[in-house]
């Protein structure tokens, strides 16, 4: 094993008892890589959720104090049923381990986003949205640093990453647009720039719903919390 992390930020509400919970899942799946959490605070130099939404993301992943090699971020609202074995193994070997979402990136984006981003609304909308929630990046290969390099560039915009959740003033632009969500964009187009293979079928990743045998990270939400 390399020198991995499990990445998380948790403030308000329940998610820090979904961080709680995400660490007894870490621990009863055997994780032995490095755990960083921030609860209740931002990373460091990172601005609060409010001004810009999720950028506590690449903000915390930036702030591992060593050279790691695979990252995994997942948010407060995911279980772990099985290790995180082959998801690790996937990132070393690609440099990157996401999942297709479901949407599409023009349906929850904004349209300032995307002109600065340089895609149009109709190319947008045949573009798969990256899962934002769990994803996983090795560092120490030239893709995955890379995607993550301009993940963080995206991070530090005063625009791309600030925005309301929905479009129903209809003040993000298109009619197309449902609303924006931040960080997803982001990640997409970080991990389209660099030629990601993403997964389609569902493999290792599910929203809240009875875990397969091949899962490994479950969106549960706040569950039982």
């Not at 709680?20 to 130099?45: F, I, K, T, V």
């Not at 573009?127 to 030239?142: K, M, N, Q, R, Y």
């Not at 964009?185 to 991990?191: H, I, N, S």
Request: aromatic share 10%; with cysteine.
């Amino acid at each position: 094993m390399g020198n991995d992390y499990v990445v998380n930020v948790a403030k308000g509400s329940w998610y820090p008892d979904g961080q709680e919970r995400l660490r007894e899942c870490l621990a009863e799946q055997g994780w032995h890589g490095n755990y960083l959490s921030y609860r209740n605070r931002m990373p460091p130099d990172c601005p609060e959720h409010q001004v810009r939404p999720y950028a506590f993301k690449p903000y915390a992943i930036a702030s591992i104090p060593d050279k790691p090699d695979v990252v995994v971020w997942l948010d407060a609202s995911m279980v772990l049923v099985n290790p995180l074995d082959k998801i690790i193994e996937r990132t070393r070997e690609h440099g990157a381990c996401v999942w297709d979402s479901g949407w599409a990136l023009g349906q929850w984006t904004k349209d300032e986003a995307l002109a600065i981003y340089g895609v149009t609304r109709d190319e947008a909308m045949t573009i798969p949205l990256i899962v934002g929630g769990a994803f996983a990046l090795d560092l120490s290969h030239t893709r995955g640093a890379a995607i993550f390099a301009r993940l963080f560039e995206y991070a530090q915009h005063p625009t791309l990453f600030a925005g309301a959740w929905d479009n129903n003033a209809g003040n993000l632009g298109d009619s197309r647009c449902l609303g924006h969500r931040h960080d997803m964009p982001a990640l997409t187009l970080a991990c389209r720039e660099y030629d990601t293979d993403i997964i389609r079928d569902g493999s290792w990743f599910r929203y809240d719903a009875a875990p397969s045998n091949d899962d490994i990270i479950i969106a549960l939400g706040k569950g039982e919390l």
